[in-house]
């Protein structure tokens, strides 16, 4: 029988607010263990938590970014439960009154087809302490770390609309694009500011009906989500074929051994309104400030780019990817720099050396004058390709000007005729058999003697000069 998927995502999301969620505690994700604690983020007896109007912007920002609509009441339940990262007893979060609902995100399925999926709600709660196991050395014993109890979530809660493992994590992109681009959160799943849980059931094709879910945890990236659906579905698959019954219950994602493991029964505590903080009322005029700090979003600037630049889905796609990305295209191309040259230097030749120098477009250290600065000496043929990328190389590690690294290194291209006549009849007198092979229409001939040209000069010749003196030779 062939079964389809139905996969819906729940994303936690931290806020990058400067301090907790109901505290004055930094939110510094990284710092020593229990360094950022107080009475109200470690619920001492009387401690009374304080509701932060940072969080709640911050929180607004993130739901409108995802086409949310904003309620105009909402409140803070107990979602009760006892676990050791979370001494009180219960969490604050929003069960019955949720910030928003009935939002979006477009993706691109594996087709190239546009889809919505939608997303059911989002809302606001408290993140809980970290447990850290030790094991090593001594008896294991379980530690807890009390910085990130408190820090301010965003849950994401979408519909159940995503059908493939591809669509999960196109779904992630674009969310992570979108909240990245309002500059609410980080949105890293490596560094834990990201986490994202997958509820998976399968049904026979063509059904509408909605079967027993599965909830996969413990997935660190984007592809740890795919990888862990697609394992999912064909454990489910095997079971409903052999008669075995699909239990709700919570699984874990092994990345190592590439399977999902039975964690613990799927327990859902009570979620009863919190007294100690007061419902949130949300004006229309406060509403509207907050749409007005809304950037234009990645759709938008992708379609922008393609009507202004004459940028292709691809280019114009990756170029709006980041915010920061296209802040930096943008600044090129307005420093007189041809776009789609623009997008082959940022994309071919920049990106990658920022990966291998651990460098992102927040702090990247080659600035847009200074690339344009690059691209403009080679459009003006002053440098070739090859040196262009030798420079762009050494701007990393330097504070000069392209055109410093240039004259310091020769790397000036030479563009005189008649020096480069003089070097061509050296290799044509060096090469007979390729001269003999071009005269006879062998084009690969061609290719030969400009890149023996090349290397007589070390790089530094003019290549459309070499062919062009080569073709009025051979006319």
């Known amino acids: 029988m062939k079964y389809e998927a139905v996969i819906g995502l729940e994303i936690h999301v931290q806020l990058n607010s400067k301090t907790k969620m109901f505290c004055d505690c930094p939110n510094c994700p990284g710092d020593d263990p229990n360094k950022n604690t107080c009475p109200i983020c470690l619920w001492l007896p009387g401690a009374i938590p304080r509701f932060s109007e940072e969080v709640l912007e911050k929180a607004t920002i993130t739901a409108l970014a995802l086409n949310c609509e904003i309620q105009p009441v909402n409140a803070f339940d107990q979602k009760v439960y006892y676990y050791p990262d979370l001494p009180k007893g219960f969490q604050l979060s929003q069960f019955h009154k949720p910030l928003a609902k009935n939002g979006w995100v477009e993706i691109f399925d594996e087709e190239g087809c546009p ?12 993140d809980v302490a970290k447990l850290m196991h030790e094991t090593e050395g001594r008896t294991p014993i379980s530690l807890v770390d009390f910085n990130r109890a408190g820090t301010p979530l965003t849950e994401i809660v979408s519909k159940p609309d995503i059908r493939t493992p591809f669509e999960a994590m196109e779904y992630i992109k674009a969310l992570r694009a979108q909240i990245r681009y309002a500059g609410s959160a980080e949105c890293s799943m490596e560094q834990g500011t990201m986490r994202v849980d997958a509820n998976v059931s399968i049904r026979p094709e063509g059904s509408e009906e909605l079967n027993t879910k599965v909830e996969i945890k413990n997935m660190n990236s984007i592809h740890n989500v795919g990888d862990a ?30 399977v999902t493991l039975p964690m613990r029964g799927k327990f859902e505590g009570p979620c009863i309104p919190d007294p100690s903080v007061p419902p949130i009322t949300i004006s229309e005029e406060w509403l509207n400030k907050m749409r007005t700090r809304l950037p234009e979003m990645p759709v938008r600037k992708a379609a922008r780019f393609t009507d202004q630049y004459g940028l292709n889905h691809d280019e114009a796609s990756l170029m709006s990817s980041e915010r920061e990305l296209s802040e930096y295209f943008e600044t090129v191309t ?63 590690s330097t504070d000069s000007t392209p055109e410093a690294i240039v004259n310091e290194f020769g790397f000036r291209q030479v563009s005189d005729t008649d020096a480069l006549v003089s070097l061509i009849d050296s290799v044509l007198a060096k090469n007979p058999q390729a001269v003999s092979d071009l005269k006879a229409g062998t084009q690969k001939a061609m290719g030969f003697l400009i890149g023996q040209a090349m290397q007589a000069s070390k790089g530094k010749a003019n290549p459309k000069l070499i062919r062009e003196i080569l073709l009025k030779k051979f006319e």
């Open 115 to 126: 889809k919505k999926i939608g997303i059911h709600q989002v809302h606001m709660e408290e």
């Open 229 to 258: 659906i697609a394992y999912e579905i064909e454990r489910q698959a095997k079971c409903l074929d052999t008669g075995e019954p699909i239990i709700l219950h919570t699984r874990l994602w092994d990345p190592e051994k590439k």
């Open 334 to 396: 307005k420093l007189a720099i041809p776009p789609r040259t623009a997008v082959h230097w940022i994309s071919t030749q920049l990106m990658p050396l920022m990966k291998d120098n651990n460098q992102t477009f927040p702090n990247l250290t080659i600035t847009p004058e200074r690339l344009a600065s690059l691209i403009g000496m080679l459009e003006r043929d002053e440098i070739n390709a090859k040196s262009a990328r030798e420079v762009l190389t050494k701007l990393f």
